[in-house]
């Protein structure tokens, strides 16, 4: 079954404490990409990445790393979280030559 | 990135179609126009896209202006399962980046 899993789906934490949100699929996709959702402003990109070592950043890259060593993995690093990254994160991914992504279930991170 | 325009809530009652329209008049030649869905406490889910042809799948139509700057969307017999946030996006060929907006809430009425 074709999979996209984020871990944890559920977190809250404390400012300044170092976390990292993963995501893997199971498709053998090229692209990868981490968006963040907050009420009034829908979906965000925040880093994308088009294969393994090519990662880029998208529309609201502050505060956030993302490392891309093996086509299945692309984590979301917040070095060091703040409140204003409190919100519900999804992983997305797609193949090269189809226009259908496939998002995870979410993350809800609450940093306090 | 080239906007799109929907209404902010539609209702619909089950088992009757549903048409969902979306405004994109800067739209340019080669803008896909994506819908994407997201049922309460899930990541978004992919509905259909088209370019310049009207398309068919299991899930929905999508109707595309000759002009291209509008489109519709077609739940052919809406139900329950069907109530969700539906969002209209336009991504230039060879870029994947999705720009959501904030979308169309349905609600199907029993």
């Known amino acids: 079954e074709a999979q996209v899993t984020q871990n944890p789906r559920y977190l809250i934490t404390v400012t300044g404490k170092k976390l990292t949100v993963t995501c893997s699929q199971n498709?053998?996709?090229?692209?990868m990409s981490w968006y963040r959702q907050d009420p009034g402003l829908g979906l965000r990109q925040i880093y994308y990445s088009m294969n393994v070592e090519v990662t880029d950043k998208g529309d609201v890259p502050e505060g956030y790393k993302v490392s891309r060593k093996e086509k299945r993995n692309f984590p979301l690093i917040l070095e060091s979280p703040s409140p204003n990254q409190t919100s519900l994160y999804f992983c997305?991914?797609?193949?090269?030559?189809?226009?259908?992504?496939?998002f995870g279930p979410g993350t809800r991170l609450t940093v306090l | 990135d080239a906007k799109t325009t929907q209404p902010n809530s539609m209702e619909s009652n089950e088992e009757e179609p549903v048409h969902l329209p979306c405004n994109h008049s800067?739209?340019?030649?080669?803008?896909?126009i994506h819908w994407y869905r997201q049922l309460p406490s899930q990541g978004p889910e992919y509905v259909i896209h088209?370019?310049?042809s009207n398309v068919n799948n299991r899930m929905a139509s999508l109707a595309i202006a000759e002009d291209r700057k509008s489109s519709t969307l077609i739940l052919h017999r809406a139900t329950l399962r069907d109530a969700a946030v539906y969002y209209c996006?336009?991504?230039?060929?060879?870029?994947?980046?999705?720009?959501f907006g904030t979308g169309t809430r349905l609600t199907i009425i029993p």
């Open positions: 997305a991914t797609s193949g090269q030559e189809v226009r259908e992504q496939f």
């Open positions: 498709m053998n996709h090229e692209y």
């Open positions: 088209g370019l310049t």
């Open positions: 996006i336009l991504s230039n060929f060879g870029n994947e980046k999705l720009t």
């Open positions: 800067t739209i340019s030649g080669t803008d896909y």
